[in-house]
C-alpha cells in the first residue's frame, strides 16, 4: 500500500513517499449510514479520519470490531422514556471474509478471530481498507462467539474481552494479512493491549523474558496515541483479579512491566502513554487538561475536524463544485467561501432548512415553520452535556421567543443503556417541552439519533447549542460540522469552541461562570441581546455570519487539515523536519 492516490492528488511529497502503513486501531468506525458500528463521536471521528486519508492518498489500514448487532436503536415513548433494541445488520453483503484466522489466549482458552474487510475509497480513488474482527466462529465457544457483538456491551469484564480482541487480535491479525506497518495510531486507550502483541513479538514470544531499554524504545518508535477524555473515571481500568483472570498471568505481569499498572489497577490509558513515542489530545484545551492529568508524560495536541465533503449539504455541495472548485482534495478552499455572496449560502442554508422541518414535522408532529428562528442541540444524553440548561428559566426563554417571532428548538441523542442519569436528562426535556404554554417557543425531541439524521440536524438549523460542563469536553465535532454548513454556535467556552470561537463572526460564547444558573443567565442574555436581534432584524448580517462561519471554521476544522497534522507531526516526523516549508507543497505522481 504506498502512500500516493491514483490521480497523483496526495499529501505533500515528503510525508506521501513513506514505506510502510499507517494501521488506525478504534474500537468503533462510522463507516456509513447503513452500517452501525459506532455509538456517536469517537467512531464518527474514526470514520471521518479514513475518509481524509483515502481522499489524499495516505497509506493507511483500520482495525475494528464487527458489531454483528450494532450499538442500539433508541425508542422514546410519550414521556420520552428510552428502550433499546438490536440493530443486526446485512454484513455479509457489505464486507469481504478474509482467509487469515488468528488466535487470543483468554481465561485459559483459545479464541479464534477472523477478519472482514471493507474498502473505504477516497475521491479519487485511493482505497484504505478496513478490518472488522469477528469472534463468531463454530470452533469458539458460544460466550466467546458473542464478543464482537455488541459495541460496548456488557460489563466490564466483557469490557476487557473485547479490547483484547481489538489490540492483541487486531495486531496478529494485520501480520498475519501481511501489512507492513510503519506506525500504529490507537485511537483512544480502547486498543493499547496492542503494545502487549508487539512487544511479545519483540521478545520472540517469551513474555516472561527481561524487558531492555532498547525494547521498549522499539515498541515506543511503532506507537501513536490520541486521548479523547479529559476525566480520570473516563479511563478504562481493571482490577489485578480481572487482568490476571481474562488475560492470564504472564500477559499481566507482562502489562505491569510495561507501564500498565496505576494506583492499584490496570490502567490501558496509561499502557498506552508509556508505550507510544507521540501522544495528543484533541483540542488545544483537551491537551492541556491531559498534562494536568498525567504530568509525567509529554502531551501535545492535534485538534479535530470532520470530513467536509461528508458533512457538507447537497445544496451548499452543489454551490461549492461551481464556485471553489477542488474543495474536496483541498479543504483549505473553502476560506474562498468569503467570495461568495451571502445571498447564495443564505439560499443553500434556507432548502436544508426547509427538508428538514418537513422531516421533523412528518415524523413528530410538531408544527415547525421554516421562517422561524431554529435551534439545534444533539448530542450523546449524557448529564455533562447539560441539555436542559436551556430550560432553567422556561418563562424567560418563552419571553424571548414572543418578542423575537418565535423560537423552534430541536433536541436528539441517545443515553447510554446503563446510564440511568442521562435517560432521566431526556425525561426532564420532555417533561419541559410539555410544561411549555407559549406558542411562540415549540419543541422537538428526534429519537435514534444517527449518522443521517445528525446531517439533517448540522445543516438544517440556524444556530447550534452546546452547553457541555467545563472542562469535560474533549473537543465536540457536531459544531464543526454545522460551521461547515454556516451554521454558527452559541457555546460553552471548552473543547473546540476555545479556537472556533470569534465573537459575532462564527458565532457566540457562553462564559464559563460559578454555577449554572449563572450560566443559563448568560445563555439567555446572548440570546436576547445579540443573536435574535441580528437573526429577525439584520437579515444580510445574518448571512454575512454564516458566510464567515464557513469560510473561517469550515475551512480549519475539517479531518484533512487535521490528517495532515497527524502526518506531519506524529506519523513522520523525521520526514517533515527535513524539509522547509517551502517544500510542503502537493506531490504529482505519474
Known amino acids: 500500500m504506498g502512500f500516493a492516490n491514483r490521480s497523483g492528488e496526495s499529501l505533500p511529497a515528503h510525508l506521501s513517499q513513506q514505506e510502510g502503513i499507517v494501521a488506525y486501531f478504534s474500537m468503533e468506525i462510522a463507516v456509513s449510514p447503513g452500517m452501525p458500528t459506532y455509538s456517536g463521536g469517537l467512531g464518527v471521528l474514526a470514520g471521518d479520519t479514513l475518509r481524509s486519508a483515502a481522499d489524499l492518498g495516505l497509506g493507511m489500514a483500520a482495525v475494528t470490531l464487527l458489531h454483528r448487532k450494532g450499538y442500539f436503536r433508541q425508542i422514546l415513548d410519550a414521556a420520552g422514556v428510552q428502550s433499546e433494541v438490536e440493530q443486526p445488520w446485512d454484513f455479509e453483503t457489505a464486507l469481504r471474509l478474509q482467509p487469515p484466522v488468528v488466535e487470543v489466549a483468554m481465561e485459559g482458552r483459545v479464541v479464534a478471530v477472523r477478519a472482514w474487510r471493507y474498502d473505504l475509497q477516497g475521491v479519487h480513488g485511493h482505497v484504505v481498507p478496513i478490518y472488522f474482527l469477528d469472534t463468531d466462529l463454530e470452533r469458539n465457544e458460544a460466550r466467546d462467539r458473542a464478543l464482537t457483538d455488541h459495541l460496548y456491551g456488557g460489563d466490564s469484564d466483557y469490557r476487557l ?3 483484547a480482541v481489538l489490540g492483541l487480535g487486531g495486531a496478529r491479525m494485520l501480520e498475519a494479512l501481511g501489512c507492513k506497518v510503519r506506525v500504529y495510531h490507537m485511537n483512544e486507550g480502547h486498543a493499547a493491549l496492542l503494545t502487549a502483541a508487539l512487544m511479545e513479538r519483540r521478545l520472540g514470544g517469551d513474555m516472561s523474558a527481561p524487558i531492555r531499554p532498547e525494547d521498549v524504545g522499539a515498541v515506543r518508535h511503532l506507537c501513536v496515541f490520541t486521548t479523547h477524555t479529559p476525566v480520570p473515571a473516563g479511563h478504562d481500568r481493571f482490577s489485578p483479579e480481572q487482568a490476571g483472570r481474562i488475560l492470564g498471568g504472564a500477559l499481566a505481569g507482562l502489562l505491569e512491566r510495561m507501564g500498565a499498572r496505576s494506583d492499584g489497577a490496570f490502567n490501558l490509558t496509561c499502557l498506552a502513554l508509556a508505550c507510544s513515542r507521540f501522544v495528543n489530545g484533541v483540542a488545544m484545551q483537551h491537551g492541556r487538561v491531559s498534562r494536568e492529568m498525567f504530568p509525567q508524560y509529554e502531551i501535545d495536541a492535534i485538534t479535530n475536524g470532520v470530513h467536509a465533503a461528508t458533512w457538507l449539504s447537497a445544496p451548499l455541495q452543489e454551490l461549492f463544485d461551481r464556485r471553489l472548485t477542488g474543495w474536496r482534495r483541498d479543504n483549505l478552499r473553502l476560506r474562498y467561501a468569503i467570495e461568495i455572496s451571502p445571498g447564495e449560502i443564505a439560499g443553500a442554508h434556507a432548502e436544508s432548512k426547509r427538508a428538514l422541518l418537513e422531516m421533523v ?16 442541540f444533539a448530542r450523546r444524553a449524557a448529564t455533562y452535556n447539560r441539555a436542559d440548561l436551556l430550560f432553567s428559566d422556561p418563562e424567560r426563554l418563552a419571553r424571548c421567543a414572543e418578542r423575537f ?33 407559549s406558542h411562540a417557543l415549540k419543541v422537538a425531541y428526534l429519537e435514534n439519533y444517527e449518522w443521517s439524521l445528525g446531517a439533517r440536524l448540522t445543516a438544517g438549523v440556524d444556530l447550534w447549542l452546546n452547553t457541555p460542563r467545563r472542562p469535560l469536553e474533549a473537543s465536540g465535532t457536531s459544531g464543526m460540522k454545522a460551521a461547515l454548513n454556516g451554521v454558527p454556535s452559541l457555546s460553552i467556552l471548552d473543547g473546540w469552541w476555545m479556537e472556533g470561537c470569534i465573537e459575532g463572526i462564527t458565532g457566540w460564547a457562553i462564559p464559563d461562570l460559578d454555577t449554572p444558573e449563572e450560566e443559563a443567565a448568560a445563555l439567555y442574555a446572548k440570546l436576547e441581546s445579540s443573536i435574535l436581534p441580528l437573526y429577525a432584524g439584520d437579515r444580510p448580517g445574518w448571512n454575512r455570519l454564516m458566510r464567515s462561519t464557513i469560510a473561517l ?16 507531526n506524529a506519523y513522520f516526523p523525521a520526514a517533515a523536519a527535513t524539509l522547509s516549508r517551502r517544500s510542503l507543497e502537493p506531490a504529482f505522481s505519474h
Request: avoid cysteine; charge should be positive.
Open 405 to 437: 417571532g418565535g423560537i423552534q428548538i430541536l433536541f436528539s441523542g441517545k443515553a447510554h443503556p446503563q446510564d440511568e442519569p442521562g435517560k432521566s436528562l431526556i425525561r426532564r426535556i420532555f417533561e419541559a417541552k410539555a410544561a411549555l404554554r
Open 161 to 163: 474481552r473485547q479490547e
Open 553 to 568: 471554521n469550515g475551512s480549519y476544522f475539517n479531518t484533512h487539515r487535521m490528517l495532515e497534522q497527524y502526518a506531519a
Open 361 to 376: 414535522n412528518r415524523s413528530a408532529g410538531a408544527g415547525f415553520d421554516s421562517e422561524v428562528f431554529t435551534m439545534g
